[in-house]
């Protein structure tokens, strides 16, 4: 059903936008709270964009872009950051990849995909 990289949800800090994904509509609504907070909280810190995005394997990255020149954007920050979330929402970011796998990809929850034996 989903190939290459589909995007969960992201924050723009230039356009102060926050965006999810329609598809992850029915996601609980604490955790889509939990997802904006986030990002809309990274982008307050340390400027740019970020994505959560969903490799085709069912992993979920962090993407960040910012602005050619952008004196704004901490580029350190940035990378110590998505490693404070990672680590503290490491939690919520393995649910939202097995979420991903079982709905989207079709895996069973033991990681195989359907009617493979």
Do not use: W
């Amino acid at each position: 059903m989903y190939n290459g990289k589909i995007v969960l949800c992201g924050a723009n800090s230039y356009e102060e936008k926050y965006y999810l994904n329609p598809d992850f509509e029915q996601l609980p609504d604490h955790v889509k709270d939990e997802l904006k907070i986030m990002c809309v909280l990274y982008v307050h810190d340390v400027g740019g964009i970020l994505t959560l995005v969903y490799e085709e394997s069912g992993e979920l990255c962090f993407e960040v872009t910012s602005a050619e020149g952008d004196p704004m954007f901490d580029e350190i920050g940035s990378a110590l950051k998505i490693k404070e979330l990672q680590r503290e929402k490491a939690e919520l970011l393995e649910s939202l990849q097995l979420y991903y796998r079982v709905f989207f990809l079709g895996e069973d929850p033991e990681g195989t995909k359907e009617g493979e034996t």
